[in-house]
């Protein structure tokens, strides 16, 4: 880089007017000369000035524009100092102790008794699964498929599961985040008091039976009555216990354990009883609860053991215990090895307990849930009710049966931005209109409230497909009279590029959903145009509105319009990081396609940030490099990504010695 491009002088010229002059330091980023030269301390501004110039966010606006050759130099640099910074430091983020959330904790006590129901129903589990669609081992969705909807009735809440039994509140999702972050999940005594009585509940439900308990036989059946019963109880505790707490239970621990049991058998209680009052201390022990890393070298990072990488693997994957094969390739300290990981990962990705990572990320990482509170209104929208429930029971499932037919076909990330197929039930083909597969409205359709089947269809049409233009997505980012466009633009920018916009300044009042007197006749661009005058509001906008203009031609129930109520054109014309121009929704597609490397390494980070239950740091931004690079290599494979997330250093390091609780 020329001297009168090195990093202080190009700062010098862009950016020391808004970040130094005049003690003026926009954003407490202070970039004057004698601050650059201390830049390879700070990874967190590195990773930021990086970020901004890659997404032409600086310089803003109307400010002098940085030449892209100057532009690429710059972020070189930048880049090698981080990478210079993170080898120094060689730390990760710290991943908290955290407790299981409801859905972990449901999924781990089926797998740890091998029950035949649930536990207690889950409401967050949004799709459900009938007639046995699911079937990740053959590496193919079928044509039709049949699935419920999270219930906006109440005929998906009925469900095998052990009666008596409540569970405990739904665990939210983080801002920007998930619902397994360590600093969310708390332990009030309140919680911890339920987590007792909860274990008890269980072993005591009148369904907690031989028939619906598949270790019944090995751990709670009375043994022969010539039998060394304390040895036999020592034995079936030590292997449930290692199964409980994801690695071998301590001898204190099992001794502990083996003489309450037989302290109970002395004093008259039965075997079955005393064995299931041992059950239930395991479930309400905190090395049950809390998922941690295992104490290890006192070293700034280290590698995690092999019981704390099947930990790590089952709970991405399958959200609960490790398996048996995962317990003894930890035992055997051959798990970390990368062919016997990769094989891993494999195996799990065939397994039907992937189901249950299809249940959580995708609802999560798309924010679906916001559709359930979404009420278009009744009479601007009467044909999106039937009897007394919502089409949004359907919109719902289409992007969640996208997500798993990617995943288990392994089709390229690239089918969630502009995919060539699509799911749809008779309802929701209605509920499209002209954006209709074929084409045509097909009649009201069968309004299906229990099981609903959907069927994959080619898409033709460019304005349906993918991710970003179905139905659920385009009526959660609405109101109830209007389209949103800046919700609209910050869920693309937070969902598909992970660069989520910072919230607006409290004193801004939002637009109204009908036009003042006198702006009638203006379109929503004009009307935002005006609203949005403040210099505050300036940056952030130039960011997502137009992301969320070029959105406009979907109604707030995700039909397709191409003028507004009062005639005017629809204009969605904008450009997309401020180097893609686009006219129509086509060419917002292709737009995004231009940056779908950006958009791998932005899953990528998703998937990392929910597979370590933590906020990334600078340090992962190598990692999400090197991921990126070899999910790229193999066509943007959706389980390359995600092997190569689960073989990243992120995943397999930890940056503190910790504790057993």
Known sequence: MADDDSLASVFQRHCVKCHGAD??????VDLTEPRVGDLAEDSELLSQLIAVLDLKEM??????????DVRHELMVDLRRQLHAA??????????????????????????????RCIVFTLPERMMREHKGYFKPESGKMAEVVSVGSRPLGKSQMIEKRLAGVAAFPQDLRAEHGYDNR???????????????????????????TPANVGIWKSFFEPPKPDADVETIVRQRLATFLERAFRRPAAEETVDRYTSYVTRQLESGV?????????????????????????SGEESPVASVDGYDLASRLSFFLWGSLPDAELLELASAGTLADPAVLEGQVERMLRDHKLKRFCDSFPTQWLQLDRIISSVPDPEKFPDFYFAKYRDSMHMMLEPLLLFETVLIENQPITQFIDSDFTYRSDLLENAYGVLATDGQRTGKGAGAVTVLDFRRVPVTDRRSGGLITNAAVMTMTSGPLRTQPITRGAWIATVIFNNPPEPPPADVPPLDEKPSDGEEHLTLRERLAMHRERADCKGCHEQIDPLGFALENFSPVGTWRDKYENGREVDVAGTLFRRHEFHDIAEFKDAIMTEKDRFTRALAGHLLSYALARELGPSDQISLDEITEKTIADQYRMQTLIKQVVLSKSFQSKSKARSQP
């Open 59 to 68: 310089p803003p606006e109307g400010e002098p524009e940085l030449a892209d």
């Open 270 to 294: 039965s075997f079955i009883d005393a064995m299931k009052s041992a059950a239930a201390a395991t479930l309400s022990s905190p090395r049950f609860l809390y998922l941690y890393d295992g």
């Open 23 to 28: 003690d003026d330091v926009q954003g407490d």
């Open 182 to 208: 360590g600093d969310h999940l708390s332990l009030s005594p309140l919680l911890m008091e339920a987590f007792l009585n909860l274990g008890q509940s269980i072993t005591q439900s009148p369904d907690f």
């Open 86 to 115: 993170v080898a120094s430091k060689r730390s990760f983020p710290d991943t908290p102790i955290r407790r299981m959330n409801r859905f972990q904790y449901n999924n781990a006590v089926i797998d740890l008794f091998d029950l």
